[in-house]
């Protein structure tokens, strides 16, 4: 019989799996031409028409809420950043509270902080791994300002009823889309089913410009908010007659030209790279249905996923080894991506630890080393503990397996030995047919 490459076997594929980039040749003339024209940037710090950036940083924001159906998009230099100025745009007041996922990057859950506002965790949904709906209300107080949702992996939140709570609470709705462009609920755009939504352009995104963020909104008064606090806000107000200034110290969280004219280019590859993507997941998803060990993606009713990441759970009892144990086995038969040697294979038991049990959570340590800002909510020492969010960490710890075998430069038979891989262990470990 044959032997899992983790006891000394033969591994199922030696060669890498193929390079995935997204640049061309249409994104190099772009770098060229704004090096030729020497405005590497074109942002100016005080009120006038500079205050709006470059060319091409004008060009790409039209563009943008063009696409996405959306009044405002503003070019940033990280989704980081862009979560920092919705944050701020909200008027939040230090020792306010603001909902947020605890399965996510964790810039999500960090922007609260930035302005001395509370990030308060909620759990998650078993089925598609965004926010909860059901575990929000439980979290809302006199203090709560807004809900940072998440389309987590590629898969549009829960708007309809997130957004109902929200209204019915006068909350602001911030929606992290940074692994979900070109997902829909509906008729609309994953980042404009909230009030403000936030895209990433970093390097291992759907689409990138190295590092750029966009954010967006239908609402004026939030677009001038998160434009001044992109670009020295402080240094602007006067001269732009603009009133109600708390949380308007700025930052420099500008894109440059060089950035916004890839970022253009890509945007224009979004759909058919998505169209690569779900035309992949469609094909894993009918070779793993065959394993009775695995559960598949579920999509929302109405939703269309755009699947950053592919999620599936992992059901005890079938074969005679734990989620962690096939994982590791999974890992041994395979390969990495070509360029991405550094990562190992792309798949893993769970995402990122629930982000609550970072030390700075666990410690409530963040400001200075006396608990600031966490102290100023009541009960502050209890608020982040291991048993915090039980979906969450049912989730991380035992049954989420995510895994990257379906991005574009994957083809059908590079597929084809990831199921093979699977099948070798189905085939030695099965103890029920
Ligand atoms: C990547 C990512 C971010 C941060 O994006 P940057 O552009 O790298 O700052 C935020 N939230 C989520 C969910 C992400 O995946």
């Not at 599936?312 to 989620?323: E, F, L, S």
């Not at 700075?360 to 340590?365: D, F, G």
Request: with cysteine; glycine share 8%.
């Amino acid at each position: 019989m044959k032997k899992l490459a983790i006891d000394g076997g033969c591994k199922t594929r030696i060669e890498p799996f193929p390079r995935h980039t997204t640049i061309g040749e249409e994104e190099k003339k772009a770098i060229l031409e704004v090096l030729e024209n020497e405005k590497l940037s074109d942002f100016l710090g005080t009120w006038g028409n500079k205050f709006y950036g470059g060319e091409q940083v004008r060009l790409l924001e039209k563009e943008w809420s063009d696409k996405f159906g959306v009044k405002h998009a503003i070019a940033v230099n990280s989704a980081t950043s862009g979560l920092y100025c919705a944050v701020g745009a909200t008027k939040v007041e230090p020792g306010d509270e603001i909902i947020v996922s605890p399965y996510t990057m964790s810039a999500s859950a960090t922007a609260p902080l930035v302005y001395n506002a509370i990030p308060v965790f909620a759990d998650i949904e078993s089925d598609y791994f965004c926010l909860d709906a059901n575990s929000i209300e439980e979290k809302i107080t006199s203090k709560t300002k807004a809900i940072i949702v998440v389309d987590i992996f590629g898969h549009p939140y829960d708007s309809e009823k997130i957004n109902e709570i929200a209204k019915r609470n006068n909350l602001i709705v911030i929606e992290d889309a940074a692994q979900a462009p070109g997902a829909m609920y509906g008729e609309k755009y994953a980042g404009t089913l909230g009030d403000i939504g936030v895209f990433s352009l970093n390097y291992h995104k759907h689409i990138h410009c190295g590092e750029g963020g966009i954010v967006v909104t239908d609402n004026d008064e939030l677009a001038d908010r998160i434009r001044l606090i992109r670009n020295h806000g402080e240094s602007v107000v006067e001269n732009m007659e603009f009133e109600n200034i708390e949380n308007i110290m700025g930052f420099n969280y500008r894109m440059t030209e060089i950035e916004a004219a890839i970022a253009r280019q890509q945007l224009k590859k979004l759909d058919d790279l998505l169209k690569k993507r779900l035309s992949n997941v469609a094909y894993l998803n009918k070779q793993l249905s065959k394993f009775p060990f695995l559960e598949l993606p579920k999509i929302r009713e109405l939703a269309k996923h755009a699947f950053y990441v592919h999620a599936i759970k992992y059901r005890d009892g079938i074969i005679d080894m734990n989620r962690d144990e096939f994982v590791e086995a999974l890992r041994e038969e395979l390969t990495y991506f070509e360029g991405r040697e550094s990562e190992g294979v792309k798949v893993g038991g769970g995402y990122v630890k629930p982000l609550y049990l970072l030390p700075m959570y666990v410690n409530t340590i963040c400001y200075g080393k006396n608990h600031y800002p966490f102290c100023l909510k009541e009960g502050y020492s209890d608020m982040y503990y291991r048993g915090l969010a039980p979906v969450t960490e049912l989730m991380h710890y035992k049954t989420l397996i995510t895994n990257e075998f379906m991005i574009p430069s994957m083809k059908k038979e590079d597929i084809d030995d990831v199921i093979s891989a699977i099948q070798k262990i189905y085939d030695i470990k099965c103890i029920k047919r």
